[in-house]
Antibody, heavy 115, light 107 residues
Framework: QVQLKESGPGLVQPSQTLSLTCTVS????????VSWIRQPPGKGLEWMGV???????DYNSAIKSRLSISRDTSKSQVFLKMNSLQTEDTAMYFC?????????WGQGVMVTVSS | DIQMTQSPPSLSASLGDKVTITCQAS??????IAWYQQKPGKAPRQLIR???TLVSGTPSRFSGSGSGRDYSFSISNVESEDIASYYC?????????FGGGTKLELK
């Protein structure tokens, strides 16, 4: 069955770069798209960006200058890198399969930005 | 960007009640709206896609309707397991955007 799982550091210092990995199973990244979505504590959901099945990307303009999404299809992994982190970037980060909407989600990884 | 105005932000219901949540888009989204349920500490779970299509495993007490800019999501006969937050998502245009959420509580 389709599964996604996020991994990465739980704590990042301000101004540093966040690196997260989404490992997928039960689907091929060459025929499926994957998005990153985040949720600050007690707040709503924000779509961050997508890597399409053809390897192209689209980003939320609010964070586009700081964000990069890439993948390794041989390892079934999607990567998120976001630089210049601030406390406002403290959030649960989810990856999800994109079928237009988001039908399968990972469990999420909590990232705290703090010194 | 398309803004999704979701209301109410919170809702109190008794078991067996019918509740309705609305989302209004800032422009026509051509029925490309999905609804999600989220319980504390969990990932959102998709319930409905394309306005009214129930995703496999979604109980029939959940329903969705709407067109153009205005959409609604209902739960008939609220059960205890329905206590959660609910979000709408428009996926007509990038960037995909969510409503602000509705927290459903027991009265």
């Amino acid at each position: 069955q389709v599964q996604l799982k996020e991994s990465g550091p739980g704590l990042v210092q301000p101004s540093q770069t966040l690196s997260l990995t989404c490992t997928v199973s039960g689907l091929s990244l060459t025929s499926n798209s994957v998005s990153w979505i985040r949720q600050p504590p007690g707040k709503g959901l924000e779509w961050m960006g997508v890597i399409w099945s053809n390897g192209g990307t689209d980003y939320n303009s609010a964070i586009k200058s700081r964000l990069s999404i890439s993948r390794d299809t041989s390892k079934s992994q999607v990567f998120l890198k976001m630089n210049s982190l601030q406390t406002e970037d403290t959030a649960m980060y989810f990856c999800a399969r994109n079928s237009g909407h988001f039908d399968y989600w990972g469990q999420g990884v909590m990232v705290t930005v703090s010194s | 960007d398309i803004q999704m105005t979701q209301s109410p932000p919170s809702l109190s219901a008794s078991l067996g009640d019918k509740v309705t949540i609305t989302c209004q888009a800032s422009q026509n989204i051509n029925k490309y709206i999905a609804w999600y349920q989220q319980k504390p500490g969990k990932a959102p779970r998709q319930l409905i896609r394309y306005t009214s299509t129930l995703v496999s495993g979604t109980p029939s007490r959940f329903s969705g309707s709407g067109s153009g800019r205005d959409y609604s999501f209902s739960i008939s006969n609220v059960e205890s397991e329905d206590i959660a937050s609910y979000y709408c998502l428009q996926y007509d245009n990038l960037p995909w955007t969510f409503g602000g959420g509705t927290k459903l509580e027991l009265k």
